[in-house]
Antibody, heavy 117, light 108 residues
Framework: EVQLVESGGGLVQPGGSLRLSCAASGFAFSSYWMHWVRQAPGKGLVWVSRINGDASSIAYADSVQGRFIISRDNAKNTLYLQMNSLRGEDTAVYYC??????????WGQGTLVTVSS | EIVMTQSPATLSLSPGERATLSCRASQSVSSSSLSWYRQKFGQAPRLLIYGASTRAPGIPPRFSGSGSGTDFTLTISSLQPEDSAVYYCQQDYRLPLTFGQGTKLEIK
């Protein structure tokens, strides 16, 4: 059974940093593209970033380009999102997702990031 | 950026009725790159349909997807109370990946 468990969310001040983790199990982690998707309170889903299996291909939404860094440790079956220079508009639940057949087949339960002073 | 527009914003139907949800892309996308997700209140999204028409594992046959080019449809035949949720379409054809704004389906 595929499991994705996010952690690392919390309250951070504007301008601060946070690193999210997504622990994966139940599948060959290194073989799959992985994504981060976020959802602001009461709003819709917004794609944030993706990374391929060997981290040779990475992409970001314009809204986080230059501030967020996606990475993965295939030995630890873990996906990361380093978030720097955080803003109020980054407040959201952050989900990690496994891609297969061009879709986000499996999702974690999400971790809440709140940016506020 | 490919803008995905869903309609209607809200749909209120009774159990047993048929729901038709629409998703329009601002430019043509490959059918293999169109997916539908369901998000129940307080839960993570769940994949329903990928490749425009292929049901994800465990999704019952009353969920079906169709369409091509810029116009796609999710149909839920014989609605059940547990179908109450927000439904999103998403394209994986061009970066940035984009989601529609969602259709809220209410079961009376």
């Amino acid at each position: 059974e595929v499991q994705l468990v996010e952690s690392g969310g919390g309250l951070v001040q504007p301008g601060g940093s946070l690193r999210l983790s997504c622990a994966a199990s139940g599948f060959a982690f290194s073989s799959y593209w992985m994504h981060w998707v976020r959802q602001a309170p009461g709003k819709g889903l917004v794609w944030v970033s993706r990374i391929n299996g060997d981290a040779s291909s990475i992409a970001y939404a314009d809204s986080v380009q230059g501030r967020f860094i996606i990475s993965r440790d295939n030995a630890k079956n873990t996906l990361y999102l380093q978030m720097n220079s955080l803003r109020g508009e980054d407040t959201a639940v952050y989900y990690c997702a496994r891609e297969d057949y061009g879709a986000m087949q499996d999702w974690g339960q999400g971790t809440l990031v709140t940016v506020s002073s | 950026e490919i803008v995905m527009t869903q309609s209607p914003a809200t749909l209120s139907l009774s159990p047993g009725e048929r729901a038709t949800l629409s998703c329009r892309a601002s430019q043509s996308v490959s059918s293999s790159s169109l997916s539908w997700y369901r998000q129940k209140f307080g839960q993570a999204p769940r994949l329903l349909i990928y490749g425009a028409s292929t049901r994800a594992p465990g999704i019952p046959p009353r969920f079906s997807g169709s369409g091509s080019g810029t116009d796609f449809t999710l149909t839920i035949s014989s609605l059940q109370p547990e179908d109450s949720a927000v439904y999103y379409c998403q394209q994986d054809y061009r970066l940035p990946l984009t989601f529609g704004q969602g259709t809220k389906l209410e079961i009376k």
